[in-house]
C-alpha cells in the first residue's frame, strides 16, 4: 500500500483545513487508515482511524468535536476535516494503513499500522 498525504499548510486558530490520503496498491476494507500527528520534540500520537468498510470512526480525545474523519471509496481517498484549530494542533499529520483488521483497543496504537504516508505540515498561528 502506498499512500500521499496533503492539505496542510499555515492557518489561523479557530480556521479550518482538510487533509486528504490518497490510497494506491492492494487495501483490505476492514482495514483501518489511520491519522497520527507528531508535533515537534513529542512522540507521534493518535488522531484518528476509519475503515474503507465504514462503522465506528475512532478520535482521539483531544480532536474529539472538531475533526471529522471520511473517505470517498472511488477515489481511494481518506480525508480528515479539522475545524476550530488550535495552535496545540499543529504537527506533521501522517496517514497510515493497518497491519490487519484491529479492535477498538487496539486501533490508536502506531505500532499495528504498516505503511506510512509522507506527511504534511500543518501549522496553526496567528
Known amino acids: 500500500v502506498q499512500l500521499q498525504a496533503s492539505g496542510g499548510g499555515l492557518v489561523q486558530p479557530g480556521g479550518s483545513l482538510r487533509l486528504s490520503c490518497v490510497a494506491s496498491g492492494r487495501t483490505f476494507r476492514d482495514y483501518p487508515i489511520g491519522w497520527f500527528r507528531q508535533a515537534p520534540g513529542k512522540e507521534r500520537e493518535f488522531v484518528a482511524a476509519i475503515r474503507w468498510s465504514g462503522g465506528t470512526i475512532y478520535y482521539a480525545d483531544s480532536v474529539k468535536g472538531r475533526f471529522a474523519a471520511s473517505k470517498d471509496n472511488a477515489k481511494n481517498t481518506v480525508y480528515l476535516q479539522m475545524n476550530s484549530l488550535k495552535p496545540e494542533d499543529t504537527a506533521v499529520y501522517y496517514c497510515?494503513?493497518?497491519?490487519?483488521?484491529?479492535?477498538?483497543?487496539?486501533?490508536?496504537?502506531?505500532?499495528?499500522?504498516?505503511?506510512w504516508g509522507q506527511g504534511t505540515e500543518v501549522t496553526v498561528s496567528s
Open positions: 497510515a494503513s493497518a497491519s490487519g483488521a484491529l479492535i477498538a483497543s487496539t486501533i490508536r496504537r502506531k505500532d499495528n499500522y504498516a505503511y
